[in-house]
T-cell receptor, first 109, second 113 residues
Framework: RKEVEQDPGPFNVPEGATVAFNCTYSNSASQSFFWYRQDCRKEPKLLMSVYSSGNEDGRFTAQLNRASQYISLLIRDSKLSDSATYLCVVRGPDNDMRFGAGTRLTVKP | NAGVTQTPKFQVLKTGQSMTLQCAQDMNHNSMYWYRQDPGMGLRLIYYSASEGTTDKGEVPNGYNVSRLNKREFSLRLESAAPSQTSVYFC????????????FGDGTRLSIL
């Protein structure tokens, strides 16, 4: 079983739609959690950290459920520029950082 | 504002050749990482160094070696390159604290013929 698993996607949504991505992790001792965005053939870039109480950054909302070992990302009012691959990242107890395989989002006009 | 610098950006090797990928960061981060990314897949951790003087295996360490030369530099070596190691390699660094994210280099695109 992979340590970090994500919805396989792809997600194809119209502009203005709300879309949600899910991620599960296997190591209950994991320390911290992040969502990254990756554009084609580019390096991953931090979208947002995920805090225990949940957090919001504009149109983006991240949630963490430690009991279920589950992380989510909600994007409201999708824009064309949101088209990218979204990567779930988990910091393990040994400071290793593990990535999910990513979920590809395409927002269409 | 260099951040994380990887060299080279592109390389073509023949099977059996050796090569070292270089990575340097100027953010005074304790932790550094090497990943590979194959088409349509996420990043897989090859090796990491939680702090200067330590290195640990990740998910896919076979065929690679690493050296944490100092706090700034973390190199990845392919002793005998194989076509299966054709990939994009990313180096990253982070502060060794909970909730501190990683910062990535631009990647090295490596092809092995």
């Amino acid at each position: 079983r992979k340590e970090v698993e994500q919805d396989p996607g792809p997600f194809n949504v119209p502009e203005g739609a709300t879309v949600a991505f899910n991620c599960t992790y296997s190591n209950s001792a994991s320390q911290s959690f992040f969502w990254y965005r990756q554009d084609c053939r580019k390096e991953p870039k931090l979208l947002m950290s995920v805090y225990s109480s949940g957090n919001e950054d504009g149109r983006f909302t991240a949630q963490l459920n430690r009991a279920s070992q589950y992380i989510s990302l909600l994007i409201r009012d999708s824009k064309l520029s949101d088209s990218a691959t979204y990567l779930c990242v988990v910091r393990g107890p040994d400071n290793d950082m593990r990535f999910g395989a990513g979920t590809r989002l395409t927002v269409k006009p | 504002n260099a951040g994380v610098t990887q060299t080279p950006k592109f390389q073509v090797l023949k099977t059996g050749q050796s090569m070292t990928l270089q990575c340097a960061q100027d953010m005074n981060h304790n932790s550094m990482y090497w990943y590979r990314q194959d088409p349509g897949m996420g990043l897989r951790l090859i090796y990491y160094s939680a702090s200067e003087g330590t290195t640990d295996k990740g998910e896919v360490p076979n065929g690679y070696n690493v050296s944490r030369l100092n706090k700034r530099e973390f190199s990845l070596r392919l002793e005998s390159a194989a076509p299966s190691q054709t990939s994009v390699y990313f180096c990253a660094s982070s502060e060794k604290k909970v909730n501190q994210p990683q910062h990535f280099g631009d990647g090295t695109r490596l092809s092995i013929l």
